[in-house]
C-alpha cells in the first residue's frame, strides 16, 4: 500500500502563501500521477493540480493557474503545493492523492480516479 501524508495547512490572509506538502511511502511511483484536491464546505472534492512523478508533466484547473505550483522532489517522495495569492474562496480541505493508471491525455478526472489519499490538510484564508 501506498500512505500519503499532508502537512502545511493553516490560517493565512488573502493574498499570502503556503505551501502544501504531500509525503509518500510505501511503493515506487515511477508511472504514478500525484494529485492535489481541494474540498469547500458544502462542496464536491474537485482536482486542482496533478503531476506525473517519472515525467513531471503538469495540469492545473482553472481555479489555481497562475497562483498555484505543483511540483516534486523525486528523492524524497514528496510532492508540493505553493499556493501564492490566496483568496478566500481557497478556503478547504487540501487532499494528496495517487493515481496507479493514469490516462495518456486525461487529466481533467474526478476523485474516482485516483486509488490512495492522504486525510487532509485544512487551508483557511481570511479576508
Known amino acids: 500500500q501506498v500512505q500519503l501524508v499532508e502537512s502545511g495547512g493553516g490560517l493565512v490572509q488573502a493574498g499570502g502563501s503556503l505551501r502544501l506538502s504531500c509525503a509518500a511511502s510505501?511503493?515506487?511511483?515511477?508511472?504514478?500521477?500525484m494529485g492535489w484536491f481541494r474540498q469547500a464546505a458544502g462542496k464536491e472534492r474537485e482536482l486542482i493540480t496533478a503531476?506525473?512523478?517519472?515525467?513531471?508533466?503538469?495540469y492545473y484547473a482553472d481555479s489555481g493557474k497562475g497562483r498555484f505550483t505543483i511540483s516534486r522532489d523525486y528523492a524524497k517522495n514528496t510532492v508540493y503545493l505553493q499556493m501564492n495569492i490566496l483568496k478566500p474562496e481557497d478556503t478547504a480541505v487540501y487532499y494528496c492523492?495517487?493515481?496507479?493508471?493514469?490516462?495518456?491525455?486525461?487529466?481533467?478526472?474526478?476523485?474516482?480516479?485516483?486509488?490512495?489519499w492522504g486525510q487532509g490538510t485544512q487551508v483557511t484564508v481570511s479576508s
Open positions: 503531476i506525473t512523478w517519472s515525467g513531471g508533466n503538469t
Open positions: 492523492a495517487a493515481d496507479r493508471n493514469p490516462r495518456r491525455g486525461r487529466w481533467d478526472v474526478g476523485p474516482e480516479e485516483y486509488d490512495y
Open positions: 510505501g511503493r515506487t511511483f515511477s508511472s504514478y500521477a
